[in-house]
C-alpha cells in the first residue's frame, strides 16, 4: 500500500506499508518513506521499485497494489500500476 503526501515545506514523500502472512498471521508493516522529486508515474514507479529492491523485496513477488485511488498511481494506461505489469 502507498499514498503521496506534502510536508508544510511542500516536499513530497511516498508512505510505503506491506501487508502479507508470516506463520499464518496477517502482518501489517510500514517499511518507510520514498522522497520524491517528481510526481509523475514513471517517477514514482523507478523510485519504488528501486525503494523495493533496496529492501531485499522482489518486485516480481508483488501480488496486490493499494493506493488512494490517484490517477498517476492506478492509471491503466500510464500509471504506476500500468509500469509494475509491463
Request: charged share 25%.
Amino acid at each position: 500500500m502507498i499514498d503521496e503526501t506534502n510536508s508544510i515545506t511542500d516536499e513530497k514523500h511516498l508512505a510505503v506499508v506491506s501487508r502479507h502472512i508470516s506463520h499464518n498471521v496477517p502482518v501489517t508493516r510500514y517499511l518507510g518513506m520514498i522522497n520524491l522529486d517528481e510526481l509523475t508515474a514513471e517517477a514514482i514507479a523507478f523510485d519504488l521499485k528501486s525503494f523495493i529492491i533496496a529492501k531485499g523485496l522482489k518486485v516480481e513477488n508483488l501480488l496486490h497494489f493499494g493506493s488512494d485511488g490517484a490517477a498517476t498511481l492506478i492509471g491503466t494506461k500510464t500509471g504506476v500500476v500500468k509500469r509494475f505489469e509491463d
